[in-house]
């Protein structure tokens, strides 16, 4: 027997027509590239998307074919969001921090139609237009009065006369929820970028989830400033919770240095806000330099990689912020984790409750999570037996973008071993539930047969005051296979030497895990999504390690 509700299809269009009923007037507020803010509501930022599906229909942009962004956090972006997927294409938002090569090769491979870029990476653009012929419009984020006046990109248009010309009184179409909405490619540290294709059911299932006390605890009281790009995995969701929940969003731009962001949060209020730990670090170098406080900031999100402990008790101890430490990827839409308590937890010691909010913690409803061994054997959740972490649920992705992986048939290859996702994270799960990160699966230390966890080396070095930045990388060791060796970024003016770093692992690891070399940086290589770039730094310190340990 059927149940009797309504069948309504879960639509992204649906979540931008519930903002302009219930949120109407609730502020969008954008640092532009143009270096002005702009500010405006859900209302009308719905109707300049209805402008945006109309633009696309007058390009004759078909249904599921792929409209591309190269854009900040913005306003015009936010209407891409809803505008290009709303109206049944596909939303590509390509990482601008990829080489040149890469985005070439994932425009071709996505067959990208329209392409809509922020004049910031109009060289970047310059170079790509000869070399991307499915691109037949290329939009500049912009009004005519920024539009570049050569002729170096045929046909190139201001965002604000390509919508500006259309009316807005197009009507959603009503369509399947399992049709593709958005289109994002996995950094691709190792082989080329993978393509992961959301669907509008995934996406507003995994905006109700964010959304969730436990998750990222999402208030219609609250102001949200996502540093996390809306390039990287749809700003972890933060742009269509903020049209289902209704929170004042704050969009930064391209200003993500530590003064441009606390004056942002300042000025407008914010109460929450959402980033990299390497964007953090900007943010609480600024700071602890110029002795400022936040005086609304209550709440900040964490994730992209592990927050290092030194990390969380300057927001939570110096500054009175809670930290929600969060994991996720790309092909977990991204949210997988949060390290928020339970009730049994709140009745432990202040010190065990830090060291559980450090895990990368519980998945929310819709999410799985399991650890197996090499074999595929379930693992024990006892918080220290490790093994590969595997996810599954309504938001995980099932397969890859076709001709990014295809199975023999033509169709595209699945992505799962017995129904499971294979993150290619290494981890453990205690008796609750809470996961803890011991590594990516390749970049775990392997010496001698034991594992070291990167991770975890880090960690202490980061907590000492002269330290900006710490990474852990194993070298290759004729007798131990690898050892691992520490990399260190000194605060500006810190002493620190090769000693005092090696005295901090003294009693707080095994000997065997302390690292048998360091190399002082004046930066570490980080990628396109803020994280560090370990295989450069092994290369860096491939000869590190003495023969003699
Ligand atoms: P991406 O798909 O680029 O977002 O990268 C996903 C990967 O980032 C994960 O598989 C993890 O290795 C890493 N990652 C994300 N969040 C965390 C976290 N909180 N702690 C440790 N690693 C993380």
Known sequence: ????????????????????????????????????????????AANRARQVARALEANAIGFGERVATLAWNGYRHFELYYGVSGSGRVLHTINPRLGLEQIRWIIEHAQDQVLCFDLTFLPLVRQLHALC??????????????????DDIPGLISYESWIGCQDDDYVWPVFDENTASTLCYTSGTTGDPKGVLYSHRSTVLHAWGVSLPDALCLSARDVVLPAVPMFHVNAWGLIYAAAAVGFKLVLPGAALDGPSVHALIEAEGVTMAAGVPSVWQMLLGHLQQSGQHFSTLRRTVIGGSACPPAMYAQFADDLGVEVVHAWGMTETSPLGAVSTLTAAHMALPAEAQRRLQLKQGRPPFGVDLRIVDDAGNELPWDGKTFGNLQARGPWVVGAYYPGTERAGDGAPASALADGWFATGDVATIDAAGMMQITDRSKDVIKSGGEWISSIDIENIAMGHPAVA???????????????????????????????????LYAGRVARWQVPDDVLFLDDIPIGATGKVLKNKLRELCKDCITLAS
């Open 133 to 150: 012929p499915s691109v037949r419009q290329w939009v500049a984020l912009c009004g005519d009065e920024h539009l570049p006046t050569d």
């Open 469 to 503: 930045m710490a990474a852990c990388v194993g070298v290759h060791h004729p007798k131990w296979d690898e050892r691992p060796v520490i990399v260190i970024v000194r605060k500006p003016g810190m002493e620190m030497s090769r000693d005092d770093v090696l005295a």
């Open 1 to 44: 027997m059927r149940g009797l509700m309504q069948d309504q299809p879960l639509l992204i269009s649906s979540l931008l027509g519930f903002a302009e009923r219930f949120h109407r007037d609730v502020e969008i507020v954008s640092r532009r590239v143009e270096g002005d803010i702009h500010r405006y509501t859900f209302g009308a």
